[in-house]
């Protein structure tokens, strides 16, 4: 749920340079869930039991509707259905509004949950546009520019650099006589104001270079640092895409799939209902259904879109899944792959600084590592991680605007991480704090989602959705929670009244042997 932090070896007689960047940003659970899907089955059994949505087991069955057919009905007087809307990041999102059938409600959703089975009947809609998912096209290698990858390589170079030139510092100073370290302090205080000004000429040049790289991010008009063009990125994606292509080769989905073709619906009735904002129209989707228990899913700066079964199986309706698409989409429209690349080497930059003063100072190289190794953590917590977890709150947002233009219940948003906090609460699994996560945590996301639950509604509303009918997922799930809870207690209570029973059976036993039986016992004795 940091980037590009070295290279890796990848498999089979293929060496690529795999990058923790984007690897850690995608793989480390875009949704911040790396459960089992054992953890699901409990909130499967609660859906399944009180809530009647028929979900299935983890491994084998997906929880989506038996038949979900997109009925669009596109809106030709909509393009300037916000002007009267005041937010502009409302009306960025949202100039061209298309509504989805009546008969894509929650009532019948709720009514229509099936197994996998009953999505063997989902058939490619005609509206949708005929893409080949497996086709890819890339320019060739030799017109990447190779900016990042430099960077990549030269990463621990500079480091190394770092390291040398402070440890060569602090020897050269205990090398010096006492007579010139008292001319060279000399000198350093009749000479204050220039280096001071030097310093601040420096200080000047970074500030200048810091705001000249900055750009409006798409959508939400956020000012943001790119040190990388896309460009220059787009060599990173491919490594990416054949680095996970090599290790999942062994584990896609046909095609004719019945998950495969739930997963392209539902993703590409996203990408059609948006296809107004020029970031989402100008980028080649391509899905790919990976058979893994994780509950995960992540989209590479170029396009290629990964799901997992594990998210398949943890949804209980198509809206939660089609909120999730959205988030991933965000990612690759705003950019944050590159945007974090940039931030995470500005990062560096600075911290080499700190890193030669370190090794400077410290006079011993035992205490130089354990500075290095303070500051790395410091780095990490401090500014690398709150920066992660910002980028994933915006994901949240873009996301959630861009499910409700597809006229999705966004209510059902929220509900996802409600249901995941709870299922880490059933197998007691540990929580951590969130300020040691580069996600938010379930609690938090859902809160945060309610809060913006309303604005969505606005723009489903807005862009001629049907009207949601059907009770509130939010207070189906909190009820169901509550009715679980209290059937748990007695289920607990009776437990405890019976082994009572049992424990004082003996007992009672004892007190019904007659007295006398006992008197003549001892006589005889």
């Known amino acids: ?103 894509f409600s929650r009532q019948q959703l709720t009514k229509e949950i099936g197994v996998v089975p009953a999505l063997s009947v989902v058939r490619p809609l005609n509206h949708f546009p005929v893409r080949d998912t497996r086709h890819f096209h890339t320019s060739p290698r030799f017109q990447a520019a190779p900016v990042p990858l430099l960077l990549v390589i030269l990463k621990p170079v500079q480091k190394l650099l770092a390291i040398i030139i402070g440890r060569g510092i602090r020897k050269w100073w205990h090398a010096l006589p006492p007579n010139k370290k008292e001319l060279f302090k000399e000198s350093v205080r009749k000479n204050k104001w220039k280096i001071f000004l030097g310093l601040s000429s420096f200080g000047f040049l970074f500030v200048v270079f810091y705001f000249t790289h900055l750009e409006v991010s798409p959508i939400t008009g956020r000012r943001k640092l790119l040190l990388l063009g896309k460009e220059h990125f787009s060599l990173l994606s491919e490594l990416e895409y054949e680095v996970w292509m090599e290790e999942f080769k062994n584990d896609m989905l046909t095609e004719k799939d019945a998950r495969y073709l739930a997963a392209k619906e539902v993703f590409f009735h996203l990408v059609e209902c948006n296809k107004d904002i020029p970031e989402i129209s100008e980028i080649t989707w391509v899905i790919h259904v990976v058979d893994s228990p994780d509950i995960n ?86 500014f690398d991680r709150p920066y992660s977890r910002t980028l994933e709150a915006e994901a949240d947002k873009v996301g959630l605007q861009l499910a409700a233009k597809a006229c999705v219940d966004v209510r059902a948003s929220s509900v996802f991480w409600q249901q995941m906090e709870f299922a880490d609460v059933l197998t007691d699994h540990p929580k951590l704090p969130e300020w040691l996560s580069t996600h938010p945590s379930h609690g938090n996301r859902a809160e945060h989602l309610d809060r913006l639950i309303p604005q969505a509604l606005k723009i489903r509303e807005i862009c001629n959705c049907p009207p949601l009918s059907g009770p509130d997922p939010r207070e189906v799930f909190r009820l169901t929670v509550k009715h679980y809870l209290e059937e748990s207690e007695k289920e607990a209570l009776n437990i405890t009244v019976k082994k009572q029973k049992v424990d004082t059976l003996p007992i009672q036993n004892q007190k019904q042997i007659p007295l006398t039986y006992i008197v003549e016992k001892r006589t005889d004795s």
Request: glycine share 4%; with cysteine.
């Open 1 to 103: 749920m940091s980037f590009i932090y070295g290279l890796q070896s990848a498999i089979r007689n293929c060496i690529f340079f795999r990058f923790n960047l984007l690897t850690h940003w995608r793989k480390c659970n875009t949704l911040a869930v790396t459960s089992l899907d054992c953890h699901q089955v409990q909130i499967n059994r609660i859906v399944n039991k009180y809530q009647s949505l028929g979900v299935n087991q983890c491994d084998k069955l997906t929880s989506l509707p038996g038949t979900f057919h997109f009925c669009r009905t596109f809106n030709n007087k909509s393009t300037e259905c916000l002007s009267s809307v005041k937010s502009k990041e409302i009306w960025m999102i949202t100039q061209k509004c298309t509504a989805w059938n009546d008969s």
């Open 297 to 382: 899913a992540f989209v590479l700066p170029n396009g290629q879109v990964f799901i997992f079964t594990g998210l398949l199986n943890s949804v209980t309706d198509i809206h939660q899944l089609a909120f999730l698409l959205g988030h991933e989409i965000a990612h690759a429209v705003l950019g944050h792959a590159v945007e974090k690349a940039s931030f995470v080497h500005l990062l560096d930059f600075l911290g080499l600084i700190f890193l030669t003063m370190i090794w400077a100072v410290c006079p011993r190289d035992s205490l130089a590592l354990l500075g290095q190794w303070i500051q790395s953590k410091l780095q990490e917590y401090m």
